[in-house]
């Protein structure tokens, strides 16, 4: 009989630990999960763009962030119109998927020349004709044109390069500070054109 006592007593401690062990998984279980809603809820925030809103200070660059990263967000949502007036670059691919979701400041256009400016958050393809000379166009942001020399009519047209609804594709033509011409799409794969006289 005392035999039977000890292996029933061993067998009850075996199904409490078992119960105990199954009882902690079930925590371990459940905290995953509650941690895998928390991680979705995150991610859909953000894709939304309210997420990133909620972590982002006043000058719009993330919070906690370095010195030398608030600089650089700063830089890129008001560059200088000295380093963005220039040349096309064929050579230069930016994908639109590098460029980090952020409202972006038109370049200021210079206040004598003439000048093609073009904006999209997303990529964008294009052309633009002075002179007789057309200048192809592969980029995304904000960017102007310098037309050395204009004489005739400045014709431009540009396409976004993908199907974002969003944000709007603008067009500009530019003489001495003064806007001659503006055409804007937010239609996917939207095309826009415009032409001057200068």
């Not at 509650?34 to 925030?45: E, N, S, T, Y």
């Not at 004709?129 to 980029?139: D, F, L, Q, R």
């Amino acid at each position: 009989m005392p035999k039977k006592r000890a292996q029933l007593r061993k067998g009850e401690k075996m199904v409490t630990e078992y119960q105990n062990r199954n009882s902690r998984n079930k925590k371990k279980l459940w905290g995953a999960i509650a941690i895998g809603i928390i991680c979705i809820v995150i991610v859909i925030l953000f894709l939304s763009g309210i997420g990133s809103a909620l972590f982002r200070n006043d000058s719009g660059t993330p919070a906690g962030s370095s010195v030398a990263a608030q600089a650089a967000v700063q830089t890129a949502q008001t560059p200088q119109a000295s380093s963005q007036v220039s040349r096309v670059n064929p050579g230069v691919t930016i994908n639109a998927s590098d460029i980090p979701y952020v409202v972006p400041t038109p370049v200021p256009v210079p206040g004598s020349g003439v000048y093609v400016r073009v904006g999209y958050l997303g990529q964008y393809t294009g052309s633009y004709t002075a002179n007789g000379v057309s200048y192809e166009v592969k980029n995304s942001g904000f960017h102007i044109y310098t037309i050395d020399q204009p004489t005739g009519t400045i014709m431009a047209t540009f396409e976004k390069a993908d199907d974002g609804v969003k944000h709007n594709l603008t067009a500009e033509i530019w003489e001495n500070g003064g806007m001659l011409a503006q055409n804007l799409t937010y239609d996917p794969f939207g095309t826009v054109s415009v032409s001057a006289n200068v």
